[in-house]
């Protein structure tokens, strides 16, 4: 069981290095430059960090919530007070989540659902109700988990290097790199599309047969119930299907829209590795409803069937 843990002195600092070390190593992944401009090392990035952090914590400005499970610390969140904007009439004292992060070992359960629901709670017994973020550009995954918490963009920081002409130019998004991934994409969205409209026209088709041939001089009231039953489960076995593959359609809308691009071979393996990961996980759920809801789907509308040609 998880549970939470809120700490607001200087010394949870040191417990929370290696997940630093390792939400460090996922940047460099996503975005290997920053217009440009290479990554910190490791040590120098959480050398940094600890001095922002432990300022915040002995100032009385800034909480942490860390997230245990059988004493082990799986992920943690680090929310500063600051200022709301000036042209605009939010609070004056609005939080800032610096920092959230879960172990690579731990994605995928929710764990960092569970951490903003942490600080949402935190926030409401401090009596604050504005939360703001920074994102990393390129860090796609992140930007998806904050929307589905109902964060809207507000405000896209722009940076510039007046020296950058003294450095080599930066790979062209659009170059190979891009095409290969838009052709990866392309390939999953192809290959479940066709799968899916397979899946969904066999069941329409047995479905109208079975309800035609049991509606049909129906010999009795319990004969059409069965039927329709059988055809509403079908339905929704249709529904499961398509959601088993509905976050698959999105993924070259959202790129495109965006213009975000993984621009390196290690970028696009790690993403691709993620996001094949995810989409099996949650594929395999729907699929595995539609599967028990056609069986279900076509028991009852052959059982209706059957009670038409014995009646």
């Not at 951490?115 to 796609?140: P, S």
């Not at 052709?183 to 109208?208: C, E, G, K, N, P």
């Amino acid at each position: 069981m998880i549970e939470l843990v809120e700490r607001n002195d200087s010394t949870v600092v040191s417990a929370v290095e290696p997940l630093c070390r390792e939400l460090h190593l996922h940047h460099e992944s996503v975005a290997p430059t920053l217009a440009g401009i290479a990554h910190r090392s490791a040590d120098e990035c959480w050398a940094r960090k600890r001095q922002g952090y432990e300022r915040w914590l002995a100032a009385g400005e800034a909480f942490v919530l860390l997230a245990v499970e059988d004493q082990e610390l799986i992920g943690f969140a680090l929310v500063r007070v600051t200022a709301g904007y000036d042209g605009w009439k939010t609070d004056d004292r609005v939080a800032m989540l610096e920092a959230l992060t879960v172990s690579a070992r731990k994605r995928g359960r929710g764990v960092g659902r569970f951490l903003l629901e942490g600080v949402r709670d935190a926030l409401d017994k401090r009596n604050m109700k504005q939360l703001r973020v920074q994102l990393v550009d390129a860090n796609v995954d992140a930007r998806e988990f904050y929307l589905a918490g109902n964060f809207t963009t507000v405000i896209n920081e722009m940076f510039v290097d007046f020296r950058a002409a003294e450095r080599p130019v930066e790979p062209e998004r659009d170059g190979p790199l891009a095409i290969q991934y838009e052709l990866q994409v392309a390939s999953w969205v192809y290959s479940d599309t066709q799968a899916i409209l397979s899946r969904m026209a066999m069941l329409v088709a047995a479905d109208s047969v079975f309800l035609a041939l049991t509606i049909e001089g129906a010999r009795s009231a319990a004969t059409p119930a069965f039927a329709y039953a059988g055809a509403a489960l079908l339905v929704l076995a249709i529904l499961a299907l398509l959601l088993g593959s509905r976050h698959l359609w999105g993924i070259p809308i959202e790129y495109a829209r965006e213009n975000r691009r993984p621009r390196t071979l290690r970028a696009l393996a790690e993403q691709t590795s993620r996001r094949t990961e995810w989409v099996g996980r949650n594929k395999v759920r729907w699929l595995h409803l539609g599967a028990i809801l056609t069986f279900l789907g076509i028991i009852f509308t052959g059982g209706g069937f059957l009670l038409n040609i014995g009646g």
